[in-house]
């Protein structure tokens, strides 16, 4: 029972939820009237994910109780279960993409500053998320779905909480409280925090470490210049350097003084604010500041005070909005995120008013962020994870030689086609300080507007795949020969060529200045979140598109060549002593291990030709548990050393770990065979798998889920294997 019906917390009429995605990939939420429940059918996706009835189960096609029961039986049957949730319309696989627990701070401040009202299902549905969320213990939150409870997670959902309607009094709220006072009140909150509390008139700007908008005034050669900061950095950091320049805070309302009240050991009006810029709760602080930090704010806190002209504040915050203008129009105001995303609202209704378009827009918009699942409504960690999602469905449908079935055929299709429409076929605004994006493909949709190294290369895979089937012949001309050349074309451009990271892919962006940027970081929750770094697992799902593409095509044969010499050099470069490879956006090692190892087997390097490979498998396999799978936990990526998870071993790192091993050509099947049982073991009749425990990470310390991982890669893993076998699979 979820901890919300336990309390009897009111809930949303799960019937009445509908989920509309548009051709460009769009999810948006309706709850429609009671009468108009049988009228409007809701979708399979959605059946499934409430649990509201006659989700129409496929048949197995060899019932996994059969001792005849093989690991290709179980591939197809999870194929077949996966397609089943996928979206008719579309083509994309819905998701609710959730793990970090401060996003919906900002659809909520935002709300309460412009006065929108948030309908009532909404409201009751977002309670019932983070209550259901609330750490089982202490009653607080976390920074992510599945962390202990640290001040951040659990000030800003507390507030939302408040604001939303329940009351001082809740158990809820009376055992949040504790978690606060108990790490000294919301004094002690990071950074982040700090922003959106004072926002709310809840904290006082005084106490928040500097943002000045003026530095966007400053030469772009200046290698601290925030246009060569990491897209997600600068895009935040650009609306909040406005709000933090001219000090917003909404009006005080009495709701606004109860929570002020309620949030902090001492009374609100005797807090000397100026004195805790750089007070952080100890379980918040993962990355403190560098005493250069602390020293350059020193420095703009006196310049902000005492010398900068008001003038000159106008101007810088004018330059601001004129790049935040830019922003919303690249990326269909969707900006790069929901946390820049919300930040901007915020200043477009300062400059433009409650009433004006710009603000409706922005109000309209943040139904493409929520998402309702089981446990209540959220916003997501970006506008979902659709071109990601299909770019792999395809490719592993194909080889694990699924794809050209005919019942499988639409389901590909679908996929096929919305990938091609979700390449860029339009430039960036001039000066938006963006690179060229025409023929790169972003990790969600063509509207959020951000190329992704990794999404590039693995769409470009996928959309190859398809377009060399005799299967698909009468679908091939969805996109031409000079899509792809354009897509090779941002691939390379996007190749790191920094002595340090050279050959290397980053994630959004070259590598645009110094990696000692870091050192300026002052989020205090997150690391290497100020510039662009190379990340070994972009690199290893480009040189798979690079080389699929040179195997296809007569395009820039040479450069290609090159690029990928030089990328695997730095994946070989990257590997560590032991033979792993630090994953940065999966759970940890295993996912980074798996990436490596196909990049690796892709130019033909196995465990008989290659040390690199050798060690790699090496350090998988002594890692494997005594249940016979691999578990990997969130521990990896904050210590960045292996840690097992809790007792038994997870379906996602076992089917990481033996696609690398299987792909590596691992010589002793035994070891292989014991993670495939798990994945069989594990599969419910249906093809199913179901949630065991979060998959992905970024900045080390935040975890998030991506659910259609549980049913991609067992896939991928069970069917490489029957493959591979033959006769002699289990
Ligand atoms: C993502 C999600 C997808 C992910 C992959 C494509 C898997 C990866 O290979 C490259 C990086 C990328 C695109 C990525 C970058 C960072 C994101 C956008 C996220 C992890 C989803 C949420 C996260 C974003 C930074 C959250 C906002 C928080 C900040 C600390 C700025």
């Not at 309460?112 to 998320?129: A, D, L, S």
């Not at 490489?720 to 076998?725: I, W």
Request: with cysteine; net charge negative; glycine share 6%.
């Amino acid at each position: 029972m979820l901890y919300s019906e336990q309390l009897g917390l009111p809930i949303t009429d799960n019937r009445r939820w509908r989920l509309y995605c548009d051709t460009y990939g769009a999810e948006r939420w309706d709850y429609i009237p009671e009468e108009d429940i049988e009228r409007i059918p809701q979708t399979n996706f959605v059946k499934w994910l409430l649990r509201t009835g006659d989700f129409p189960y496929p048949n197995p096609k060899v019932n996994s109780s059969d001792p005849g029961f093989r690991a290709s039986d179980a591939t197809y049957n999870g194929a077949k279960f996966f397609s089943m949730i996928q979206d008719e319309e579309s083509g994309i696989f819905p998701c609710q993409y959730q793990g970090p627990m401060f996003m919906t701070i900002g659809y909520v401040t935002f709300c309460y500053i412009t006065g929108i009202e948030i309908p009532e299902h909404n409201k009751v549905e977002m309670i019932r998320y983070i209550v259901n969320l609330s750490h089982p213990v202490d009653g607080g939150w976390g920074l992510h779905t599945e962390g202990a409870s640290t001040m951040f997670g659990t000030v800003v959902n507390y507030v939302i909480l408040r604001l939303l309607g329940l009351p001082k009094d809740h158990i809820v709220c009376k055992k949040a409280r504790r978690v606060l006072i108990h790490h000294r009140g919301a004094i002690s909150s990071p950074h982040w925090a700090k922003i959106w509390l004072s926002l709310l008139n809840l904290y006082d700007w005084s106490g928040v470490n500097p943002a000045p908008p003026d530095q966007w005034l400053l030469p772009y050669f200046l290698t601290t210049h925030p246009a060569r900061w990491w897209v997600h950095t600068r895009s935040i950091y650009l609306p909040v350097s406005y709000l933090a320049g001219i000090r917003y805070s909404c009006k005080l309302t009495p709701i606004l003084e109860e929570i002020r009240s309620e949030i902090y050991v001492e009374p609100y009006d005797q807090i000397d604010f100026t004195k805790h810029r750089n007070t952080t709760c100890g379980v918040d602080l993962h990355y403190p500041h560098s005493m250069a930090l602390d020293i350059l704010n020193c420095c703009i806190v006196f310049y902000e005070k005492y010398l900068r002209p008001t003038w000159l504040l106008k101007r810088g915050n004018k330059r601001v909005y004129e790049l935040i203008e830019k922003d919303v129009q690249n990326s269909d105001n969707l900006t790069v995120g929901p946390v820049s995303f919300a930040f901007s609202a915020i200043v477009a209704f300062i400059e433009k008013g409650r009433d004006s378009p710009e603000v409706e827009r922005f109000a309209d918009k943040f139904k493409e962020i929520l998402f309702h699942g089981p446990l209540g409504l959220t916003v997501m960690g970006t506008n979902g994870a659709q071109v990601w999602d299909c770019s792999l469905f395809i490719q592993y449908m194909f080889m694990v030689d699924l794809a050209e079935l005919p019942e499988f055929r639409d389901s590909i299709v679908k996929a096929y086609k919305f990938l091609c429409r979700s390449q860029f076929t339009e430039e960036c605004v001039e000066g938006s300080f963006r690179d060229k994006r025409v023929g790169g493909w972003p990790f969600s949709t063509k509207t959020q507007g951000f190329t992704v190294s990794d999404c590039t290369a693995e769409a470009l895979k996928a959309v190859i795949m398809v377009k060399k089937s005799p299967a698909f012949a009468d679908v091939h001309d969805e996109i031409s020969t000079k899509n792809l050349e354009n897509a090779i074309d941002v691939l390379l451009s996007l190749q790191n060529l920094g002595s340090f990271e050279y050959g290397s892919f980053a994630s959004y962006e070259k590598i645009r200045a110094t990696l000692l940027m870091e050192k300026l970081n002052p989020a205090e929750i997150f690391c290497n979140i100020m510039v662009e770094y190379p990340y070994v697992e972009c690199t290893d799902s480009s040189v798979l598109g690079l080389q699929y593409f040179l195997d296809n095509y007569d395009y820039r044969k040479e450069e290609i060549s090159h690029s990928i010499k030089i990328a695997v050099d730095y994946i070989k470069r990257s590997q560590q002593k032991d033979g792993s490879w630090y994953g940065s956006w999966g759970i940890c090692y295993t996912y980074a291990g798996m990436f490596a190892l196909e990049a690796l087997y892709t130019v033909h390097e196995n465990y008989e030709n290659s040390e690199v490979v050798r060690k790699g498998c090496d350090f998988l396999v002594k890692r494997q548990m005594p249940d016979g799978g691999w578990g990997e936990s969130m521990r990896s990526c904050e210590l960045h050393t292996y840690v097992n998870s809790n007792k038994k071993s997870q379906i996602i790192q076992t089917a990481w770990t033996v696609i690398g091993l299987l792909l590596a050509d691992y010589p002793d099947k035994a070891v292989i065979d014991r993670g495939i049982q798990i994945l069989k073991s594990r599969q419910t009749v249906h093809g199913e798998w179901k949630y065991e425990s979060i998959e992905g990470v970024f900045n080390h310390s935040c975890a998030i889920e991506y659910p259609s991982y549980r049913f991609l890669f067992p896939m991928k893993a069970l069917g490489l294997y029957a493959k591979k076998y033959g006769e002699n699979a289990i």
